[in-house]
Each structure stands twice: as C-alpha cells, then as structure tokens.
C-alpha cells in the first residue's frame, strides 16, 4: 500500500499486520488451553468445598510455625497462606466427611475447635485473632463451579445475539471470538502465577468480558460510520480509518483502567490483590484484542460473505 493510501486512513495500518498478530493470538489461546488441561486449575473453597480460616497475631509468628501447629490434627490436605503484612495468616483445609449431614457438620465442628485450641495454645503470648471462618461443602462447591461455567457460556451466548441483532452477522463471530480469547489467556496467565480461581476470580473475569466488549462495540460502531461514507474505498480501509480514529480514545481509557487496577494491585491484599491483577491482565489482552482480533475478523468475515454471495 503506498504512502499516500496509509495516510488516508491514518497512520498505522493496523490490518496489513493482522496475519501476523493473528497467528499470535491462536498461538496463545491454544498454549493456554493447552496449559490449563495439562496443569488444571487450582480452585479456591468455592468450587472445591472445604474450611478457611483467617487468623492474626500480635507478634511476629512464621508461616513455618503455624504449619506446623496444624500438621498434627488429621484435618486432611491443609494448606497455609500468608496474607497481610506478615502476622496473618489463612489457614485451609478439605475436612472430612460424614455419612450424614449432619455427620459432617459435627466433624466440621469438631475439627474448628482443634484449631481454635491448639491456636490458642501454641500462640497464646501472640494473642491470636480468628477474623473470619468460611466454609463450603463440596456438593456446595461444585454446584458452583457448575453454575460459573454455564454463567461465562450463556453470558458469550447472548453477546453473540446481541452483536448480531445490533450491527451484521459478520460483526458477532469476532466479537465472541475476541472475549474467548481475553477470558482463557486471563485465567491461564492467572493460574500460571499459583493463583486460586474462586467466585471473585470469576466475577473479575464477567466484568473483563463487559470492558472487552464495550472497547469492541466502540470500535464496531466507529466501523459503521465511516463504513457509510468510505464503502467504495473498500473494508479494509473502512476498518483501518476506523481503528486509527478511536486509537487515543481506546488507549486512554484502557490505560485509565489499567492504573486504576495496578494502585489495587500494588497497595491492596488477598481476594482484592488477585481481582485486581486479573484486570491488569485481562485489560491488556483486551485492548490488544480489539484493534488486532475482533476488527480484523470482521473483514474476514465481510470477505467470506463476499464469496459466498458470488458463488451463488
């Protein structure tokens, strides 16, 4: 394309490289998917049932300590996770179960009391403080991650009409395409980092899939308006001008967010510190996917409908 061409419709011509960061893109969703069926996802008690406990101390207590404090109390798998500043600690662990519920409540309660006691009497100079006990049962548990799954399909599921309903049906694939590929590098690039996917992970990833997708409906309905004047000049130039003219728009937004996020991300702990790095990462992915995934998938498609139109 010459000089002259580029210039018209501004200054980068973004779908010239779409090849390019195209295969990147199947690259790094296949790699993802990829990663997280060989690894698995490790699920917080939300999905996998079982007890935590979020205790502090007043003086300097390791993690190797209070490991070892409840190593001994046939609790089954127990893990623990320091969280805060150093002096506080969450403490998980599966449990086991009954014949009956209420069975399993009693053992429930009978293994709180172990590791209320033997807290209180390892650490009594540090003067323990149990801020919070949550607890999930594991038929609980998967219901939930049943229910999450269906709530990310029919959410991708309704989009799809949506933008088909709004724009052309050649605008929907893309844009389903595009949130598929921010949902799955977000979660593999979470659980690359031995983070834990529980209900607020998945809430962080909805409302990546919304700020996704509204970056990709501007960019759709910028598509739309300078397609009107410029559909002689062809659709690939259409989708160029278009992405040039909302590029300070999409970046300044995005950045918006993602400083917004990263302050979270820097200053803040536990459930918030993980919400807050999963946006981080799903607003990268996300403004890149909309500039190089979506629109350019749109002129895929307009050129698959072209072809199909002069075959009949």
């Known amino acids: 394309m010459s000089n002259k061409n580029t210039e018209s419709f501004g200054r980068f011509d973004f779908v010239g490289k779409a090849w390019f960061f195209g295969g990147v893109s199947l690259v790094l969703v296949v790699a993802s998917l990829i990663y997280l069926a060989v690894h698995g996802i490790s699920y917080g008690i939300d999905f996998k049932g079982g007890t935590e406990i979020q205790v502090k101390f007043d003086q300097g207590v390791t993690i190797d300590q209070v490991r070892d404090s409840v190593a001994g109390l046939d609790l089954g798998e ?38 209320r006691g033997i807290i209180a009497e390892k650490f009594v100079a540090s003067n323990p ?43 929907a ?56 004047g410029n559909h002689d000049k062809g659709f690939k130039f259409v989708i160029n001008k278009s992405i040039n003219e909302m590029l300070v728009r999409t970046l300044i937004t995005s950045g918006t967010t993602f400083v917004s996020a990263l302050c979270l991300y820097i200053f803040a702990d536990g459930t918030v510190e993980d919400i807050a790095f999963s946006i ?16 350019p998938f749109v002129l895929l498609m307009d050129k698959l409908q072209f072809k199909k139109a002069k075959a009949a």
């Open 280 to 295: 981080c990462v799903g607003i990268f992915f996300g403004t890149y996917s909309s500039i190089y995934v979506a629109a």
């Open 78 to 115: 127990v893990g623990v996770q320091s969280f805060g500043e150093g002096n506080e600690f969450i403490i998980r662990f599966q449990g086991r179960e009954g014949k009956t519920d209420k069975e399993t409540n009693e053992i429930l309660n009978a293994d709180l009391g172990k590791v």
């Open 173 to 228: 694939p893309g844009a389903v395409l595009c949130l598929f590929h921010d949902a799955v590098i977000t979660l593999a690039v979470f659980v690359l980092v031995g983070k834990e996917v529980n209900v607020s992970i998945l809430a962080a990833i909805m409302t990546l899939i919304g700020f996704s997708l509204n970056d990709t409906i501007v960019v759709f309905d910028r598509i739309r308006e300078v397609d009107t």
């Open 129 to 171: 403080d149990i801020r919070r006990i949550d607890t999930v049962g594991p038929q609980v548990g998967a219901e939930l991650k049943r229910n999450g799954l269906l709530a990310v399909f029919y959410c991708l599921l309704v989009i799809l009409i949506y933008v088909a309903l709004r724009f052309d049906y050649k605008f």
